[in-house]
């Protein structure tokens, strides 16, 4: 058998895959591509000789558990003589540089057919080490072994014992700016050019132009289609090409560009594109209510974080300030400070509004600008530490990071008494103790937004017989240790286990410092609440809790005495944010590209975020804590913020936003309840009832027939 070849004319078509022939197409049309080797169908076949066979659907008996066999037997299958050697040797030999990196890419027969591209079904790697290209490549096959990948084919009528299935091994090339393109030349319609990551400023000025006419070549000969590219140094290198499946692949809504919000008053003189913003989805799905939008215009002007951010048509951007500097310090020592010096200032009785600010910022800057910054920094030390020793940090830091006891645990502990309480004396003792800690968390980033506190009745409702999951458990991340440590030069031990410790400190910080935020912003809550309670007195308000939806300096002006508010003058700025909250709500900045699949799209590409398999009905999750999102159903959603999930039981979990070290992620992993992160676009091409399979291993999500 042949089980590795050079990618060229002479390769077998029948044995390279999808990927593989693409690259063959658009050299074929004179087009750059990287160099590459193929790692041919012969090998899974292999390796798959007198294992069990797959399940052509997920509703045979037993279907999952015989998949997952499948992938364990794959997984500890011996390579066949001689590969590893003849591997190795075409790695080297394609890259002769020192310390090059490679991209390890899925290349399934059927990714460059019409009709079922598995466009995102199969693992690829990338950014990785020459020591783990052999394990990439394993990993890569194990991507074919998946309930995702049996669900999907069988979806379009295929078994997955018939797929072809090999492997593309090309150097990496970390690009300026990557992305697609798409372009169906019997639509009267220019082709769609869309940078997925990287600095969008990085296409023009030439790479937009060729980019464009390479698509409009390769559509004159092979019809609608998408291809895939990267940019450097003002350098195109063309990475696939496949068919355009109308209209699913094609965008049903233009991307919007930032300028054509419409800004807040606050923000009207600011020009948003000076610079590359981006939609803080993760923490603020939803529009900002004026009082929160008053607190960021607040600490934008007076904090210096390393971000500048503003609140566009309702909803927060953010963007990198390149004037700001991080001193180094240890993370976990600077929280330690930060919250001493909060301690004192919220132990104020009855602050004024100008004093709860005063102390908003004054706290609001260590955590973002010092303690935040440095904790980040600590697991990027830790990642680049990992890759300088020849491992790929992707699959490790996940468990070399979990097990951490934090105020995410801690929030779990205390929501697990409450949610096993049966005693009504115990069960009252339960709730007071969660409302002590983290009383002032609300559902979701925005001053206006209730505290547990002040609705105890609806999360003692919620907690009722919650399943939350069982106590951390921290043998993943003691095992991956012990891995690492097992590879490692014995001189290089304290370094590695000095970086670790660090990291993981820097772990527990980034989940306390949100329930450190959490007391900051209930204060300033707690003092607009008096005023608003003072114009309510006074007439000017219907209702206390309208003073979030008047616009900050307003109210503090009022409250100063510097300009008092009339009640003609405040029923028109309600009018006018409640309005706009609503026209926000109806027209969200795009994510990114998968943001605009319709509705009908069979598969969902994000990332692993912790592992299992579930099937369920799709519950979408709009920050409607009050309602059902029990064991039966998978939960799906914009985002979760770290205060929500301990307090919520799916099978499973979809959210568009986040990476594999998030706080979803991790809580999920923490609570053996399978997620897929990062899944751009779940929530517009799912529906509630939906029948999904999630493969929290794969990063997947497939809509069953």
Same mark, same amino acid.
């Given at each position: 058998?042949?089980?590795?070849?050079?990618?060229?004319?002479?390769?077998?078509?029948?044995?390279?895959?999808?990927?593989?022939?693409?690259?063959?197409?658009?050299?074929?049309?004179?087009?750059?591509?990287?160099?590459?080797?193929?790692?041919?169908?012969?090998?899974?076949?292999?390796?798959?000789?007198?294992?069990?066979?797959?399940?052509?659907?997920?509703?045979?008996? #037993?279907?999952?558990?015989?998949?997952?066999? *499948?992938? %364990? +037997? !794959? =997984? /500890?299958?011996?390579? $066949?003589?001689?590969?590893?050697?003849?591997?190795?040797?075409?790695?080297?030999?394609?890259?002769?540089?020192?310390?090059?990196?490679?991209?390890?890419?899925?290349?399934?027969?059927?990714?460059?057919?019409?009709?079922?591209?598995?466009?995102?079904?199969?693992?690829?790697?990338?950014?990785?080490?020459?020591?783990?290209?052999?394990?990439?490549?394993?990993?890569?096959?194990?991507?074919?072994?998946?309930?995702?990948?049996?669900?999907?084919?069988?979806?379009?009528?295929?078994?997955?014992?018939?797929?072809?299935?090999?492997?593309?091994?090309?150097?990496?090339?970390?690009?300026?700016?990557?992305?697609?393109?798409?372009?169906?030349?019997?639509?009267?319609?220019?082709?769609?050019?869309?940078?997925?990551?990287?600095?969008?400023?990085?296409?023009?000025? #030439?790479?937009?132009?060729?980019?464009?006419? *390479?698509? %409009? +070549? !390769? =559509? /004159?000969?092979?019809? $609608?289609?998408?291809?895939?590219?990267?940019?450097?140094?003002?350098?195109?290198?063309?990475?696939?090409?496949?068919?355009?499946?109308?209209?699913?692949?094609?965008?049903?809504?233009?991307?919007?560009?930032?300028?054509?919000?419409?800004?807040?008053?606050?923000?009207?003189?600011?020009?948003?594109?000076?610079?590359?913003?981006?939609?803080?989805?993760?923490?603020?799905?939803?529009?900002?209510?004026?009082?929160?939008?008053?607190?960021?215009?607040?600490?934008?002007?007076?904090?210096?974080?390393?971000?500048?951010?503003?609140?566009?048509?309702?909803?927060?951007?953010?963007?990198?300030?390149?004037?700001?500097?991080?001193?180094?310090?240890?993370?976990?020592?600077?929280?330690?400070?930060?919250?001493?010096?909060?301690?004192?200032?919220?132990?104020?009785?009855?602050?004024?509004?100008?004093?709860?600010?005063?102390?908003?910022?004054?706290?609001?800057?260590?955590?973002?600008?010092?303690?935040?910054?440095?904790?980040?920094?600590?697991?990027?030390?830790?990642?680049?530490?990992?890759?300088?020793?020849?491992?790929?940090?992707?699959?490790?830091?996940?468990?070399?990071?979990?097990?951490?006891?934090?105020?995410?645990?801690?929030?779990?502990?205390?929501?697990?008494?409450?949610?096993?309480?049966?005693?009504?004396?115990?069960?009252?003792?339960?709730?007071?103790?969660?409302?002590?800690?983290?009383?002032?968390?609300?559902?979701?980033?925005?001053?206006?937004?209730?505290?547990?506190?002040?609705?105890?009745?609806?999360?003692?409702?919620?907690?009722?017989?919650?399943?939350?999951?069982?106590?951390?458990?921290?043998?993943?991340?003691?095992?991956?240790?012990?891995?690492?440590?097992?590879?490692?030069?014995?001189?290089?031990?304290?370094?590695?286990?000095?970086?670790?410790?660090?990291?993981?400190?820097?772990?527990?910080?980034?989940?306390?410092?949100?329930?450190?935020?959490?007391?900051?912003?209930?204060?300033?809550?707690?003092?607009?609440?008096?005023?608003?309670?003072?114009?309510?007195?006074?007439?000017?308000?219907?209702?206390?809790?309208?003073?979030?939806?008047?616009?900050?300096?307003?109210?503090?002006?009022?409250?100063?005495?510097?300009?008092?508010?009339?009640?003609?003058?405040?029923?028109?700025?309600?009018?006018?944010?409640?309005?706009?909250?609503?026209?926000?709500?109806?027209?969200?900045?795009?994510?990114?590209?998968?943001?605009?699949?319709?509705?009908?799209?069979?598969?969902?590409?994000?990332?692993?975020?912790?592992?299992?398999?579930?099937?369920?009905?799709?519950?979408?999750?709009?920050?409607?804590?009050?309602?059902?999102?029990?064991?039966?159903?998978?939960?799906?959603?914009?985002?979760?913020?770290?205060?929500?999930?301990?307090?919520?039981?799916?099978?499973?979990?979809?959210?568009?936003?986040?990476?594999?070290?998030?706080?979803?992620?991790?809580?999920?992993?923490?609570?053996?309840?399978?997620?897929?992160?990062?899944?751009?676009?779940?929530?517009?091409?799912?529906?509630?009832?939906?029948?999904?399979?999630?493969?929290?291993?794969?990063?997947?999500?497939?809509?069953?027939?």
């Amino acid at each position: 058998m042949t089980f590795c070849v050079r990618l060229g004319p002479g390769a077998p078509p029948e044995k390279i895959g999808g990927k593989a022939r693409s690259l063959l197409r658009l050299a074929a049309a004179g087009l750059p591509v990287p160099k590459a080797i193929v790692v041919t169908t012969e090998l899974l076949a292999s390796l798959r000789t007198g294992g069990p066979h797959l399940p052509r659907t997920l509703a045979a008996p #037993g279907a999952l558990t015989t998949v997952e066999g *499948a992938a %364990r +037997a !794959l =997984a /500890a299958a011996p390579w $066949p003589e001689g590969f590893a050697s003849t591997l190795a040797r075409e790695v080297d030999t394609l890259v002769p540089e020192p310390g090059a990196r490679y991209a390890v890419r899925s290349s399934a027969s059927i990714e460059d057919e019409s009709g079922a591209l598995g466009a995102g079904l199969f693992m690829s790697r990338v950014d990785v080490a020459r020591g783990e290209v052999l394990e990439a490549v394993r990993a890569v096959l194990g991507s074919a072994l998946s309930p995702a990948a049996v669900a999907y084919l069988a979806q379009h009528g295929l078994g997955a014992d018939d797929l072809g299935f090999a492997v593309l091994i090309h150097e990496f090339i970390e690009g300026e700016a990557t992305g697609a393109a798409a372009f169906d030349p019997a639509r009267d319609e220019p082709p769609t050019i869309e940078v997925q990551s990287g600095r969008a400023a990085a296409i023009e000025n #030439g790479p937009r132009a060729r980019i464009d006419e *390479a698509i %409009r +070549a !390769l =559509a /004159a000969e092979h019809g $609608p289609v998408e291809i895939e590219w990267v940019v450097m140094e003002g350098d195109v290198t063309f990475l696939q090409l496949r068919p355009l499946n109308a209209p699913q692949r094609m965008p049903a809504r233009a991307a919007v560009p930032l300028a054509s919000f419409d800004p807040l008053p606050a923000a009207k003189d600011r020009d948003l594109n000076d610079t590359d913003w981006h939609w803080d989805a993760a923490h603020n799905p939803l529009p900002l209510s004026p009082a929160q939008a008053g607190l960021v215009s607040l600490v934008d002007e007076q904090c210096k974080i390393g971000l500048r951010q503003r609140v566009v048509g309702g909803y927060l951007f953010y963007a990198t300030d390149p004037t700001s500097e991080t001193t180094p310090i240890g993370a976990a020592d600077a929280l330690r400070g930060v919250w001493e010096a909060a301690r004192q200032r919220l132990a104020r009785p009855m602050p004024t509004l100008e004093q709860a600010l005063e102390t908003f910022v004054a706290i609001y800057q260590p955590l973002f600008g010092v303690v935040q910054p440095n904790s980040r920094a600590a697991t990027g030390v830790l990642a680049a530490f990992l890759r300088r020793s020849g491992f790929d940090p992707a699959p490790l830091l996940p468990k070399l990071l979990s097990g951490v006891s934090s105020a995410a645990t801690e929030r779990a502990r205390r929501a697990r008494t409450l949610a096993e309480a049966i005693d009504p004396k115990l069960r009252a003792a339960a709730l007071q103790s969660y409302l002590d800690e983290f009383g002032d968390e609300a559902p979701r980033w925005d001053v206006a937004a209730p505290t547990w506190r002040e609705r105890s009745a609806s999360l003692e409702r919620l907690m009722r017989g919650t399943n939350v999951g069982a106590p951390i458990d921290d043998h993943s991340w003691r095992e991956a240790d012990a891995a690492v440590r097992a590879r490692l030069p014995v001189e290089a031990h304290d370094e590695w286990e000095s970086r670790l410790t660090v990291a993981r400190r820097a772990v527990a910080v980034a989940e306390d410092d949100d329930a450190l935020y959490a007391r900051l912003q209930a204060h300033v809550r707690r003092a607009l609440l008096r005023e608003g309670e003072r114009l309510w007195g006074s007439g000017v308000l219907a209702d206390p809790n309208e003073v979030f939806w008047l616009p900050l300096d307003a109210v503090r002006r009022d409250a100063r005495g510097e300009g008092a508010l009339g009640y003609e003058e405040a029923a028109l700025a309600l009018t006018a944010a409640r309005s706009a909250d609503a026209e926000a709500r109806t027209n969200p900045p795009p994510l990114g590209a998968a943001d605009t699949q319709d509705v009908g799209t069979d598969v969902v590409r994000g990332r692993p975020g912790a592992a299992g398999a579930r099937i369920g009905s799709v519950r979408i999750y709009r920050g409607d804590m009050d309602h059902d999102h029990d064991s039966a159903h998978i939960l799906v959603a914009r985002t979760l913020l770290p205060t929500e999930l301990p307090l919520l039981s799916p099978a499973a979990i979809v959210v568009e936003t986040g990476g594999v070290l998030d706080h979803v992620a991790a809580q999920a992993r923490e609570r053996a309840i399978p997620a897929v992160v990062g899944a751009v676009g779940a929530c517009r091409a799912l529906r509630d009832g939906d029948q999904v399979l999630v493969d929290g291993s794969a990063g997947l999500v497939v809509r069953l027939a």
